[in-house]
């Protein structure tokens, strides 16, 4: 994640997550579930740390803590919204929304600034500290 900036890690963490979401909706056997499911594991796992870390950078102490929390409710009200779903609707269509939702954030990110740290260890200066002032 040092090469790239924190909103590329980002980006690139929506392609798990999507992808195993779409080879849920197409799994035709027991194994081609576990692979789906495998991929989408990865791009949830890689999501926590590169969301935390981002969070961090770009936060003022005084809101650092309550990002911090917001992060597993908001990911535990989304399982709720999948169960109610779910109970509702094919097992297939559920899927869908779990594929979709990952692409929010290529639409969205031209609003959320590159990590002020990140930028001044690339020797962008100015670019941090305009980033720094967009995010305080």
Do not use: K
Not at 15 to 37: D, I
Not at 42 to 59: D, H, W
Not at 91 to 101: E, F, K, M, V, Y
Request: charge should be positive; charged fraction near 10%.
């Amino acid at each position: 994640m040092t090469r790239f900036g924190r909103r590329a890690a980002i980006l690139a963490d929506c392609v798990p997550l999507s992808l195993g979401w779409l080879l849920t909706w197409q799994a035709r056997s027991l194994s081609h579930l576990y692979t789906a499911r495998a991929i989408a594991g990865v791009g949830i796992g890689a999501g926590v740390p590169i969301a935390s870390i981002y969070l961090r950078e770009i936060s003022t102490p005084q809101l650092r803590g309550t990002l911090t929390i917001l992060m597993p409710a908001a990911a535990n009200t989304g399982n709720l919204l999948m169960y109610i779903l779910g109970w509702g609707l094919p097992w297939r269509l559920t899927t869908l929304p779990g594929a979709l939702i990952p692409i929010l954030p290529i639409l969205l990110l031209a609003l959320i600034p590159e990590s002020p740290s990140w930028l001044l260890s690339r020797g962008r200066r100015e670019e941090a500290t305009q980033s720094l002032a967009r995010c305080n």
